[in-house]
């Protein structure tokens, strides 16, 4: 049985390390395509959630950029926790001179040369255009032009009712965090872009809830339960059953699409973790099926732009690949 922690599982690892090291990334990781302020992405492993490095209150360290998160948070264990929930901090974070911060004990110590301090959720990022490659990261205050990002072969998914800089723009029953589309068989369904969710232990972690599981079933899909996973979510830990695709199941690739069902990359290497309903709320709660990516699908897809402002996910096709092509696994 693996264990696997929403967002904060590469807390345990004592140092971080580059995605690459900056002599050999291409101009194509480090150019910006909607402007901003760059920095270097630091992770501790490829395909691990992303994080930069900011300054709260004149402590550095490294902060995780996490779309799955609606609300920002301090590591108790650098900010001394006062009888106060919230912290107000001067903050490096490009268009907010200060923030308002959750003070949270994460779920597993820090030690002593983790530079891990907190999380930036969408209550921040649903304001910022927020690049992101395999070795940079781009955040700025305005939307991208259309024009520019098609030119350089990137595929727009509307975010209408889901992600926005507006929140009234967003529907009341969902959290506002950005989502892809995903086909599996017969089923399309939506996908939050989950990228604190670190799904090292199965990479392309696909969680679905019971409506989606049940749709699948419904639809033909095929599925076999390879192992069960221990998950830490807000309520302590509980055990998730792990499937994949049968061989000889309808169609044993999973495919992102647009809103439009435009497929964009389709990948063969790819787990469904089914979340049962909890306390902690999330796509598990849900009565209509949905689904809720892991962060390796970052690197599957090569170049992410998130674009509240615009209520648009860009997704990087690259120049010379065809409309519609195979993931690396």
């Not at 599982?9 to 291409?26: D, H, I, T």
């Not at 911060?101 to 907190?118: C, N, S």
């Not at 972690?205 to 019971?210: G, L, P, T």
């Not at 390879?226 to 049968?246: D, K």
Request: neutral net charge; hydrophobic residues 40%.
């Amino acid at each position: 049985m693996g264990l696997i922690r929403k967002t904060f599982l590469a807390f345990s690892v004592v140092a971080a390390v580059a995605l690459v090291a900056a002599s050999r990334v291409g101009n194509r990781d480090r150019e910006a395509l909607c402007g901003g302020v760059g920095y270097e992405s630091h992770s501790v492993r490829p395909g691990s959630p992303p994080y930069i490095e900011l300054t709260a209150d004149g402590v550095s360290g490294h902060f995780l950029l996490d779309y799955g998160a609606t609300r920002s948070s301090l590591s108790a264990s650098v900010f001394a926790p006062s009888t106060d929930a919230l912290k107000s901090v001067k903050l490096s974070l490009p268009g907010f001179a200060h923030g308002v911060f959750e003070l949270k004990r994460y779920d597993l110590p820090m030690q002593a040369a983790d530079r891990r301090v907190g999380v930036i959720g969408t209550d921040f990022l649903s304001l910022l255009t927020v690049q992101i490659t395999e070795s940079a990261v781009f955040l700025g205050e305005q939307p991208c032009q259309p024009a520019t990002m098609r030119a350089r072969g990137f595929v727009p998914i509307s975010q209408d009712h889901f992600f926005s800089s507006d929140p009234s723009a967003v529907d009341a029953r969902l959290p506002n965090v950005p989502i892809v589309f995903l086909r599996l068989g017969a089923t399309q369904v939506w996908a939050q872009i989950d990228t604190g969710y670190d799904d090292a232990i199965y990479p392309h972690s696909v969680d679905i809830n019971q409506a989606l599981y049940e749709r699948l079933i419904k639809d033909g899909m095929r599925l076999r339960q390879v192992s069960r996973i221990t998950v830490s979510t807000c309520e302590g830990q509980e055990t998730r059953p792990v499937y994949a695709l049968m061989d000889n199941s309808l169609d044993n690739s999973l495919v992102v699409e647009t809103d439009q069902a435009q497929p964009i990359v389709r990948t063969g290497n790819f787990y469904l973790i089914l979340k049962q309903a909890n306390g902690c709320g999330g796509i598990g709660a849900m009565a209509e099926p949905a689904a809720q990516l892991g962060a390796s699908f970052l690197r599957l897809f090569r170049a992410i732009v998130f674009d509240p402002k615009s209520k648009t996910v860009w997704l990087d096709v690259g120049w010379q690949w065809p409309q519609f092509r195979m993931g690396r696994s």
